[in-house]
């Protein structure tokens, strides 16, 4: 049990975290190497016997399991790797971060309105504008009498 103030415990605690998942990472992800290799190596057997004479029924469906759980472990190592290429995205950002920040500055600056012509009068000071602005929104929504 670990002690001290909540800010302490949490970062002990997510510290073993840490330690634990690393070996089972480890085990894991190790199995699923070692089982792959395995299952190629059976693969390769069962096709240097095809070579050689007319696979029975049941080698067959034998090399069709093997074939099938290399798609499944080739399936889980794809999305492994897509999971990890997001995480280094989210950590070091994307390349055309860069970009997608000046298209934004750019869009924001264009939508500005820094100056307004008001009666033949150019107005540049930004209090004036917005003061110009509501009175002719209030103009245009207020009820005009007949």
Known sequence: M?????????????EV???????????VLGEHTN????????LAELDLAQDNRVLTEDE???KATILVELEVL????ESTWRQKSRILWLKNGDNNTRFFQRMTFAHRRY???N????????IKELGE?????????????TKSEP
């Not at 909540?6 to 997510?14: E, S, T």
């Not at 504008?129 to 929504?141: A, P, Q, R």
């Open 60 to 62: 067959m469906v034998v």
């Open 129 to 141: 504008v917005k003061m110009i602005m509501i009175e002719f929104y209030n103009k245009l929504y």
């Open 115 to 122: 100056r307004l012509v008001s009666y033949g009068v150019e």
């Open 17 to 27: 975290l840490k330690q634990k998942l690393k070996i089972w990472s480890k085990f």
């Open 2 to 14: 670990v002690e001290g103030c909540p800010d302490f415990k949490l970062c002990a605690k997510l």
């Open 35 to 42: 089982r792959g290799n395995t299952l190629l190596q059976e």
């Open 111 to 113: 939508n500005t309105i």
């Open 74 to 77: 080739a399936k889980n190592e």
